[in-house]
């Protein structure tokens, strides 16, 4: 009843620069926590970085300097800036979040959500 749909994946050369969006659906009420995670081939799904609303963040020591999650409110959506990207960097990535939402009944309801995942490739 409620869905994070992502953007912004795509191919890049080492040393460049990608933006993820992840936009919740209308219904949508406010957002929680907030996360990133990726999944490379053969690996373990892992997560690469988690913000509270009231600001704390935690990035996984490989992106640490790299990497910033970010919200927009207004927008419901939340973002992964991703800079000087790596070969390593290569995975799945998807956006999940504790996502408060309208049902068709109008009560609120918590949930939490996880995006289709979009595809970054960063060739060398």
């Known amino acids: 009843q409620v869905q994070l749909v992502e953007s912004g994946g795509g191919l890049v050369q080492a040393g460049g620069s990608l933006r993820l969006s992840c936009a919740a659906s209308?219904?949508?009420?406010?957002?929680?926590?907030i996360g990133w995670h990726r999944q490379a081939p053969g690996k373990q799904r892992e997560l690469v970085a988690f913000?509270?609303?009231?600001?704390?963040?935690y990035y996984a020591d490989s992106v640490k300097g790299r990497f910033t999650i970010s919200r927009d409110n207004a927008k419901n959506t939340i973002y992964l800036q991703m800079n000087t990207l790596k070969p390593e960097d290569t995975a799945v990535y998807f956006c999940n979040a504790d996502v408060w939402y309208y049902t068709p009944t109008n009560s609120r309801k918590l949930e939490n959500i996880w995006g289709q995942g979009t595809q970054v490739t960063v060739s060398s």
């Open positions: 913000s509270r609303p009231g600001g704390s963040t």
């Open positions: 209308r219904n949508t009420f406010s957002i929680n926590n």
